[in-house]
């Protein structure tokens, strides 16, 4: 297969609008199938894309912007979506987990009566406890809600990013406040 871009633009100048769009509207689609190889889910395929494209705008000064270009943006869509499923991995395994706790009645299961978890699930309360305001409420919403990104996002009429990010940032914060027990 040939992927040579149809216009070279010359690696001494910073690339145009223009240009840039040009290359764009060339790489956009195929990036897309080829993430979606990966993720199995054309809307994070075009958000890994576009923010593949946004890092090259942003570093237009130091990329070269020749047929290297090409390897450089789908080599950045290859990583992105592997670097998302494993994102989605770890927040699977830390959910399950939490789901485990909160959910687990000692009573009835003796693997939960232990000391360690009694304590475990104390550690989990007093980190969720300690999260920033909007933080908490968001993990919150996910976790004792069932609410999907997208409902919290209407729910709090934010967007579906600024959930996403304020997720990560909990899970970042509750992994580091509880390494010693994962």
Known sequence: MNFKPTKKI?????????QFESIFREYFVRLCCFADRYTNNIEESKEIVQ????????????????????????RSVKNASLNLLQHKRVVDDFQSVLYLLYTAD????????????IELKEKIDAA???????CRRIFLLSRDMGLKYAEIAQELSVSVKTVETQMSRALSRLRRLLKEYL
Request: proline letters at 6%; zero cysteines; glycine letters at 2%.
């Open 106 to 117: 000692g009573s009835e299961n003796q693997v939960f009566q232990s000391l360690e978890v």
């Open 51 to 74: 923010e593949v494209f946004l890092k090259v705008w942003d570093k237009r000064d130091v990329l070269p912007m020749d047929d290297d270009l090409k390897f450089y943006l789908f």
């Open 10 to 18: 010359s690696s001494t100048a910073l690339p145009t609008e223009k």
């Open 128 to 134: 969720v406890a300690s999260l920033p305001t909007e």
